[in-house]
């Protein structure tokens, strides 16, 4: 079995900053792409962003500049920095682990439970 699990989320001001944690755990042979994504009430659940076992990194473009994530590959952790906060980054946040569990010889995808992220003005 394998879990992600989040941590970090909660309420800023505008222009505030937040660090979302995403461990993963369990029967993991190896991890390919960690990110994030996020969903906001009554949409759809979009890219944050990516990065891959190599260290390769994809943003979505309302991001960019502003959100860094980064890998600690020994831990099986993503982390998500988010500076310059605003209202409409507000929505759960969601870890995204596409990775090969244990005896398993194709990729699979896993989500965490979700954080919520709330900017408020």
């Known amino acids: 079995q394998v879990q992600l699990v989040e941590s970090g989320g909660g309420v800023v001001q505008t222009g505030g900053s937040l660090r979302l944690s995403c461990a993963a755990s369990?029967?993991?042979?190896?991890?390919?792409?960690m990110g994030w994504y996020r969903q906001g009430p009554g949409k759809q659940r979009d890219l944050v962003a990516t990065?891959?076992?190599?260290?390769?990194?994809n943003y979505a473009a309302s991001v960019k500049g502003r959100f860094t994530i980064s890998r600690d590959t020994s831990k099986n952790t993503v982390y998500l920095q988010m500076y310059s906060l605003e209202p409409e980054d507000t929505s759960v946040y969601y870890c995204?682990?596409?990775?090969?569990?244990?005896?398993?010889?194709?990729?699979?995808?896993?989500w965490g439970q979700g954080t919520q992220v709330t900017v408020s003005s």
């Open positions: 995204n682990a596409r990775l090969f569990p244990s005896g398993i010889d194709y990729l699979r995808n896993y």
């Open positions: 369990g029967s993991i042979a190896a991890i390919n792409t």
């Open positions: 990065v891959t076992s190599r260290g390769s990194t």
